[in-house]
């Protein structure tokens, strides 16, 4: 769907882009790893090399990864609501409310908005306020 708002659509972490990136980083170390071994083991073939290259760059690589993983989860957690709150989108469509209850949709006008919930992390769950007629995000909130 096409965007004429001006404002992104709602960024959840893509896991299955996360999964790939990982595995391409570790296969990157393991090959690495393997040639550094083949120089310093210069009788080693490079099979041998890649199973030794494994074993060392595992152990280390994949608490890391979670790790890594963690924070960058967590620090979309963090930052979900910067800019996009109810009063952010008050501020900028006042017309969209009347006595400060929601009226309509900034985009097409319609008064129906449902919940979508973008994410858990320790910093709440993460609930993306979309128009029912047109898809936008009108706004974002946090249930604690």
């Given at each position: 769907?096409?965007?004429?708002?001006?404002?992104?659509?709602?960024?959840?972490?893509?896991?299955?882009?996360?999964?790939?990136?990982?595995?391409?980083?570790?296969?990157?170390?393991?090959?690495?790893?393997?040639?550094?071994?083949?120089?310093?083991?210069?009788?080693?073939?490079?099979?041998?090399?890649?199973?030794?290259?494994?074993?060392?760059?595992?152990?280390?690589?994949?608490?890391?990864s979670?790790?890594?993983?963690?924070?960058?989860?967590?620090?979309?957690?963090?930052?979900?609501?910067?800019?996009?709150?109810?009063?952010?989108?008050?501020?900028?469509?006042?017309?969209?409310?009347?006595?400060?209850?929601?009226?309509?949709?900034?985009?097409?006008?319609?008064?129906?908005?449902?919940?979508?919930?973008?994410?858990?992390?320790?910093?709440?769950?993460?609930q993306?306020?979309?128009?029912?007629?047109?898809?936008?995000?009108?706004?974002?909130?946090?249930?604690?």
């Amino acid at each position: 769907m096409d965007r004429t708002d001006g404002q992104e659509p709602a960024r959840t972490p893509n896991i299955k882009k996360g999964i790939n990136e990982m595995i391409k980083r570790l296969l990157t170390y393991i090959a690495l790893v393997a040639v550094a071994f083949m120089f310093v083991l210069p009788d080693a073939n490079f099979v041998g090399s890649i199973v030794l290259a494994g074993f060392v760059v595992m152990p280390i690589y994949i608490p890391y990864s979670i790790w890594a993983g963690g924070r960058e989860i967590d620090k979309w957690g963090e930052n979900f609501l910067t800019g996009r709150t109810r009063a952010d989108y008050l501020e900028s469509n006042p017309d969209s409310f009347s006595n400060g209850k929601f009226k309509s949709c900034h985009q097409c006008g319609e008064k129906s908005v449902y919940l979508k919930q973008l994410g858990n992390t320790k910093h709440g769950i993460h609930q993306g306020h979309i128009c029912r007629g047109c898809g936008t995000e009108l706004w974002r909130s946090n249930l604690s």
